[in-house]
């Protein structure tokens, strides 16, 4: 059984970036499903969030760089361990590619990136309505490659701590 948790910064980016990525994940359903007056309320919701996960994801490879992680169980299977490598390299890139990708769509599309009331990123894209409308697309099939991702994470997380009960869960929780 495991006995090492993860740093106390890595855990609390762990937790607040889980939050903001379903409400994100919540909030950009919503957003395509409606043209109502909530259209506008949620994409000023999502351009803020999406720019705060991008900088907490920073935040968080460099905690990750910076400490030790918890070794896996050491009777974990070689594909589950390298399912475990795998998953979290995608949600890595994921977490970096989906904000940057909306910023990208959002400038081709030759609209200001707000973040709060006078707060506005410079565009990183040229305004172009072919340029947009691929990175459309890639920002939806990457929501959706997220979420199986994510899903499978919480699946595999509820695994190792209702099933298998080895310390994986109890290392992000805090608990050795």
């Given at each position: 059984?495991?006995?090492?948790?993860?740093?106390w910064?890595?855990?609390?980016?762990?937790?607040?970036?889980?939050?903001?990525?379903?409400?994100?994940?919540?909030?950009?359903?919503?957003?395509?499903?409606?043209?109502s007056?909530?259209?506008?309320?949620?994409?000023?919701?999502?351009?803020p969030?999406?720019?705060?996960?991008?900088?907490?994801?920073?935040?968080?490879?460099?905690?990750?760089?910076?400490?030790?992680?918890?070794?896996?169980p050491?009777?974990?299977?070689?594909?589950?361990?390298?399912?475990?490598?795998g998953?979290?390299?995608?949600?890595?890139?994921?977490?970096?590619?989906m904000?940057?990708?909306?910023?990208?769509?959002v400038?081709?599309?030759?609209?200001p990136?707000?973040?709060?009331?006078?707060?506005?990123?410079?565009?990183?894209?040229?305004?172009?309505p072919?340029?947009?409308?691929?990175?459309?697309?890639a920002?939806?099939?990457?929501?959706?490659?997220?979420f199986?991702?994510?899903?499978?994470?919480?699946?595999?997380?509820?695994?190792?701590?209702?099933?298998?009960?080895?310390g994986?869960?109890?290392?992000?929780v805090?608990?050795?």
């Amino acid at each position: 059984m495991m006995k090492t948790v993860f740093v106390w910064p890595a855990r609390l980016l762990h937790w607040l970036m889980a939050v903001m990525i379903v409400t994100m994940l919540f909030i950009g359903v919503g957003m395509t499903a409606t043209v109502s007056t909530w259209h506008d309320v949620l994409l000023s919701l999502h351009r803020p969030l999406g720019a705060a996960i991008l900088v907490l994801v920073c935040l968080r490879l460099i905690v990750r760089l910076a400490s030790r992680q918890p070794p896996l169980p050491a009777d974990l299977p070689a594909w589950q361990k390298l399912a475990a490598h795998g998953s979290h390299l995608a949600m890595y890139g994921l977490m970096i590619a989906m904000p940057l990708i909306g910023w990208a769509m959002v400038s081709a599309g030759g609209y200001p990136v707000t973040l709060w009331a006078g707060v506005t990123l410079p565009p990183i894209a040229p305004a172009d309505p072919a340029v947009f409308a691929w990175l459309r697309l890639a920002h939806r099939w990457l929501a959706y490659l997220f979420f199986l991702t994510f899903v499978a994470h919480f699946a595999a997380a509820l695994y190792h701590g209702l099933i298998r009960r080895d310390g994986v869960l109890r290392s992000m929780v805090g608990k050795s």
